[in-house]
């Protein structure tokens, strides 16, 4: 009897450590078969009980100020672009989406923030996503609960934007840090710093106008272009509370 029982305990699935490494087996290869959207929503429910409050910061408040000098400014300059701004304005209130930063990842190559709306909610990839103060990104994931947002901030960023004051497009990219390069395709191009930068009338992937940042230095022309460093007014790293524009 006794080398009976020892037999049969010695057996693997008697082993609670066994059973250990095939539950995390089994996890892993749920997660790779969901190609993450399981490991979000499972993120989505864990963090929950820690999601921001509405309040923002300061530096939000000053975001949310300049973004209406930018609009201002556009305004007076078209009259076309005021009542597409108008429009534009209207469409934003009735069919924007509400989401809260769950996650960020501001500080590293790839930035992105993850948020707690997905494709139950009516989010799809590639709706752009604002903040206090403008622009920040677009959808390029969804989960069930979650969706993930590419930041203009990110190397994989590449977005048609105007400059306002000398009435010119340029091309707006992001190097993976805090202060994206805006390319004008004219050595000679009047830019200055200071300078307004919105969304391009002409962009394919974002409405138009939409306020994005100032010109916070101009580098010396190369070649056939001129190039400039643009702060972001819409702060991703302080952003708690985003709005997804469908």
Do not use: C
């Not at 006794?2 to 699935?13: A, L, P």
């Not at 309040?55 to 009542?83: A, G, H, M, P, T």
């Not at 597409?84 to 923030?113: C, M, P, Y």
């Not at 009047?190 to 230095?217: M, R, W």
């Amino acid at each position: 009897m006794f080398d009976i029982r020892r037999i049969s305990t010695s057996r693997w699935w008697h082993k609670k450590k066994n059973w250990t490494f095939l539950g995390i087996f089994l996890f892993l290869v749920l997660v790779r078969i969901s190609k993450g959207s399981l490991y979000k929503d499972f993120y989505y429910f864990f963090s929950k009980p820690f999601w921001p409050g509405q309040f923002q910061k300061e530096v939000i408040l000053k975001s949310k100020d300049q973004e209406s000098l930018i609009r201002l400014n556009l305004l007076k300059n078209d009259n076309k672009r005021l009542r597409e701004i108008l429009s534009l304005h209207n469409s934003f209130d009735n069919d924007n989406i509400s989401a809260a930063v769950i996650s960020r990842k501001t500080g590293s190559w790839w930035r992105q923030l993850i948020l707690n709306k997905g494709s139950k909610d009516g989010v799809k990839i590639g709706n752009s996503v604002i903040g206090p103060g403008g622009l920040l990104g677009r959808v390029n994931d969804t989960s069930l609960f979650t969706s993930s947002v590419t930041l203009l901030t990110s190397p994989e960023s590449k977005v048609g934007v105007w400059v306002d004051r000398i009435q010119i497009n340029g091309l707006l990219i992001g190097l993976g840090d805090d202060y994206p390069s805006l390319i004008l395709y004219s050595k000679d191009a009047d830019i200055k710093v200071g300078d307004f930068v919105s969304s391009s009338p002409a962009s394919t992937l974002f409405p138009p106008n939409i306020p994005i940042g100032i010109v916070q230095s101009v580098d010396e022309p190369f070649k056939a272009k001129k190039t400039a460093k643009i702060s972001l007014l819409a702060k991703p790293h302080l952003i708690d509370w985003v709005q997804i524009l469908k």
